[in-house]
């Protein structure tokens, strides 16, 4: 269940007419024929200076986009759009018809096979192509495209410029920020938006953009300068349904229609593939974790004969390399050098722990470097900076120590099993997970979140994340399913002399397993329950405060949540005089 949040428009505009919407973009009008067909008192008089597509925020002077739904189609809500201010409604030959049937006839109706495919390029028409007057960078991959696009903002910034940032978090222009309903807003929303940072003085842009919005056309009208691309595991399968229709709308940002130049993290199968694809000048940037030679930006594929012995990909235009820890022993982040096989090299550093932030500092560094920065200027303003770091939210986030507990969004296999391995090395006792998966969402991936939550926590605590329309034991049911066939593996290959890893003091790894609800009470429960030298890991949800359950939206923030059993912890630990 989601809601609308509130609306952005810019202060100025420019009215348009419908007959100039209709002949800009071809569009045919409800009563038959082309629009520019009919006379001056209907087209001509009807005046639009804005957009929506959502009749609950429709305003005085919208272009309402009613839009064909998994449910309903938008054409129903069209009236209420009216009565809202909607000066003009274009729809689709179903919606024609169902406002037709409703007697709906106080505006012009324009008509187009799939309203939704024009949107984007119609949003941006009317608000004066805002994109055109800033320099924007775009992030597209299945993990790590929020931490990079806020290492992005932040490096930007740095440079001095006044910066806007979309993306799953929140969206910013210049100072003023806004919370997201999407990762990538709809097309009417996302252009609006552009227009207001227009207006705000901004000048660069640090945008996510999801599968989702490259397949249903909302970042359609804008041309990025340079798209960034970190990695590809499973995710959003039941959107897509299998790994080669995500790639290929992945893929679809590094086409002349989306972006002018591209950079690719080529450390997996998925990479190199879109690297060979793009139809854009691409730059291609390997990084390895520097002393054992392996990639550490995850995604599925490994790989293969074309890696040099040191890890990096034979090739690449940019490599990481000479990556060291900052504090080993505090998970603090590392220090890196990134290279271009041109001769230019940068040595920097990010606070941000694991070796996946490396590959996110990495690619943000190249993309602004791809975008013309100089390599002096960028080093002088991050050794003033204190390097590529940033307050992500919910993103590895530490929100307590004695126990420490981090707060991450890792809702996929792959993130889960990286966020897991980064926090290993810096916890001198248990490593304990508590997680769940989302439901109506891509449910092949619970039984191998479960798996890799075992192979890689020495407790794990499987909860509810958001259940949506589904039964949170049955979602449960599954990751725990998985959990302990990984378990039960692990066990035989131990007990057969196969497998020597262990977890702390000696136990097989996720010794412990236990399903715990609801989430509130997972949380308080293992944190109580932790000794002061443990980590705990709670992932899935990052920066959300609602939990949806049956269509209804809970409060629930992990971090308060945290907070405050770490706070019950150590009031109880001050009475008992410990």
Known sequence: ????????????????????????????????????????????????????SDNRVVADGDLFVALPGAGTHGARFASDAISRGARVVLTDPQGARLLADAGEERVPV??????????????????????????????TGTNGKTTTTYLLDHLLRTLGWKGGLIGTV??????????????????????????????DGVGT??????????????????????????????????????????????????????????VVVVDDAW?????????????????????????????????????????????????????????AAAGTGSTFVLRHRDGRELRTSTTLPGGFNVANAALALAMVLEAGADPRDVAAALETAGGVSAQVPGRMEVVGTAPRVVVDFAHN???????????????????????????????????????????????????????????????RAEVLAGARAAQQAAEVEQDAGVRDTVGHGGAPRAHTVVEVAPRATAI???????????????????????????????????????????AARHETTKEHGE
């Open 1 to 52: 269940m989601t809601s609308p949040i509130d609306r952005l428009r810019p202060a100025t505009s420019v009215h348009r007419t419908a007959r100039e919407l209709a002949t800009t973009f071809g569009l045919a009008a409800a009563a038959g024929g082309t629009a520019s067909d009919q006379g001056p008192d209907t087209l001509g008089a009807a005046e639009i200076w804005s957009v929506a």
């Open 110 to 139: 324009l008509v187009t096979e799939d309203p939704r495919a024009v949107l984007g390029r119609v949003a941006a028409w009317v608000y004066g192509e805002p994109a055109t007057q800033l320099t924007t960078f775009a992030v």
């Open 170 to 199: 929140e969206m910013r222009s210049g100072d003023r920020v806004l919370p997201s309903r999407l990762t990538t807003p709809e097309a009417a929303d996302l252009q609006a938006l552009l227009a207001t940072m227009r207006e």
């Open 205 to 262: 842009l640090a945008m996510e953009v999801s599968s989702h919005a490259l397949s249903l056309h909302r970042v359609d009208g804008i041309v990025f300068d340079v798209a960034g691309f970190t990695n590809l595991s499973q995710d959003h399968l039941d959107f897509h349904g299998d790994l080669q229709e995500y790639f290929e709308a992945k893929a679809a940002l590094f086409t002349p229609q989306h972006a002018r130049r591209g």
């Open 271 to 327: 990479g190199r593939r879109l690297a060979e694809a793009a139809t854009i000048p691409v730059s291609t940037l390997s990084v390895t974790d520097g002393a054992a030679g392996t990639a550490v930006t995850g995604g599925t594929g490994g790989t293969d004969a074309a890696d040099t012995a040191d890890g990096a990909v034979a090739g690449a235009d940019w490599t990481v390399s000479d990556v060291r820890a900052v504090d």
């Open 413 to 475: 296999t792959d993130a889960l099993s990286l966020a897991l391995a980064a926090l290993r090395p810096t916890t001198a006792g248990r490593l304990v997970v508590v997680f769940g998966a989302t439901g109506d969402r891509d449910k092949g991936k619970r039984p191998s979140m479960g798996a890799v939550a075992v192979e890689g926590a020495d407790v794990v605590v499987i909860t509810d994340d958001d259940p949506h329309g589904e039964d949170p034991a049955a979602i």
């Open 524 to 566: 308080r429960d293992t944190i109580r329950e932790a000794a002061p030298q443990d980590t705990v890991l709670v992932a899935g949800r990052g920066h959300e405060v609602w939990q949806e359950i049956a269509g209804v939206d809970h409060a629930l923030d992990d971090r308060v949540e945290a907070r405050a059993a770490l």
